[in-house]
């Protein structure tokens, strides 16, 4: 919390939007339609760290100063040709367009630290040993070519069938583009006769689908080998001499990466009862993904940033069901309407291309939240060793697999293979940062001119990996000499026999040692992540229609409005909703730091 209240950080952006477009009626139900959209964006952030003294010891922290400059413009050009026309009890529509998206832009970084003064913040004034400037530019592009026809007999019988050939600049000529088609097919069964003799229906649909979509969501240029001088360094020759910067690999490319593919089925129910005040939907989904794009872990003579190179690889699938009910009712002038929302998500690995399991995560060594991925389990689950409490006395450490690598005090791991040592073949499955089950309720009410709205959202059966505990349970300073502050919880830790089986003891230089120490990630660091939130209630009043009048107005409305007011969770990190870091698949779950959604209040007149 210190070092956040002495930095200093402002932030300026500018940006322009805009849409324009136009349709021509070319015949009777034939129409063109062109569309653009333009994003321009102008970005500054300045950054500041004063020079302070740190911590008892006298240690005291240097200047850093950066400056960050970037600019973009985005287009998008939108051509469709849409046709639509009524033959008796048929109904035909048509649709073929293209869809164009361009974007490019550039950023300049420069950065240094050891300033003359904290009263000058002047970026150029750094020392020149400590002085770095970086940039360039960027740019992305997507092509698209869409169809779709549909037909319908009686608004009874419905069919679709759409295709679309998608091209992104994200992967090589030979690639570039894929083709992604989909159908559906309905039919209104409260419109056949037979139904004639069943009034509680209003409407009743059976539906199926089946349909593929592409995902090209990696970095730019992942498919070339690019070069960058990221602070490397070298020097040729004996004696003392001056480092020269020098050019490494950036990125390993693989020209071979295409296009992700999902195919997802689906079949479902859609219905309304009683005049439609009550609604149902019940849905089954059945979601297939191939050609999946991450990273895998290659050798370190490979030469690769990070030692991962992007492929295609393996395959997974998500199935599940979907349900949701709505009530509609009216007493006067009370009205009430719900809406109430479940389901549920099953996620397995079928395949990984015939290679290894996939160890990801904030380095894959025994002290930091690692996720494996493997045929026939969830993507992403949690790996790391099982907590057994914390050691009481010296016999107990003497009669362990950590004997000789403990001492009192310290955390206790469980010996999965019983092989007498604790190593990183003790790891298993801590759970998956996936949830099981997600819900959502949105509730109306409305009397006299007041009406009340709330949305509820949540998410349950996942589990977080709280990988901050690892930095408030350890007195060390991680950023300098001396000691830090702990977490509260630690006022509970060990003290000596039977004083706690949960915290360990304090200690500056830790006695755990090997890879089940202390801070070994493991079943401690792992918490339930499910949550209900109230992510928005709203209060309005309706001036009366007469009263507005004298306004000139058709209608007035007051309300005040508050965005996640209210969250209901067992976890102890600042936000559950910690999302993928980085936004990466194989990250599902981490929480290293991740700030929590913003609380807002709101009132206006309408």
Sequence with gaps: WGMQKRYNSVRRNTRLLGTFFGEYDITEGLRFRSSIGIDLSLSQGNDFTPFVQQNIFGAT??????????ESLTWNWINTLAYSRTFGKHTVTALAGIDALKGQGSFVSANGNT?????????????????NLSGGPFDFALLSYIGRVTYAYADKYLFTFSVRRDGSANFGPLNRFGTFPSFSVGCRVSKESFMKNIPVFSDLKIRAS????????????????????????????TGAQQAAPAITVRNLGNPDIRWEATTQ?????????LDGRFTFTVDYFNRATSDMLVNIPVPQTLGAPGNVITRNAGSMVNRGWEFAVGYRQ?????KLSADVNFSTLANE???LGGGAPIVRGLGVGGNNAATRTEVGQPIAYFWGLQTDGIFQTIE???????RGNAQPGDRRFRDINNDGTIN??????????????????????????????????????????????????????????????????MLNRWTGPGTSNEFPKVSYNPTSTGFGNNNAFSTYYIENGSFLRLRNIQLGYTLPAAFASRFKAERARFYISAQNLLTITSYSGFDPEVGSLNQEVLTTGFDQGRYPVSRIFMAGFN
Excluded at 115 to 127: E, Q, W, Y
């Design 424 to 489: 990183s073949d003790d790891r298993v499955n801590l759970g998956n940062g996936l949830p099981r089950y997600l819900f959502g309720a949105n509730l109306r009410v409305e009397f006299r001119g007041f009406d009340l709205n709330m949305l509820w959202q949540g998410q349950a059966g996942n589990k977080i990996a709280n990988n901050n505990l690892r930095h408030l349970y350890d007195i060390r300073n991680y950023n300098g000499a001396g000691v830090q502050n702990l977490s509260r919880d």
């Design 349 to 351: 690995v079928t395949s």
């Design 330 to 334: 009216a007493l006067g002038a009370f």
């Design 396 to 402: 107990e450490v003497n009669n362990s697999a950590q």
């Design 115 to 131: 300033l003359p003064s904290n009263d000058i913040r002047a970026v150029g004034l750094a020392t020149p040993q400590s002085f």
């Design 210 to 237: 089946w349909g593929q979509l592409g995902n090209q969501n990696i970095g730019a240029f992942r498919y070339i080998s690019t070069l960058g001088t990221d602070g490397v360094e070298y020097t040729v020759g």
């Design 61 to 70: 922290t240097r200047s850093d100063i950066s400056d960050n400059r970037s």
């Design 265 to 273: 089925t689906d079949i479902g129910v859609d219905g309304a009862l």
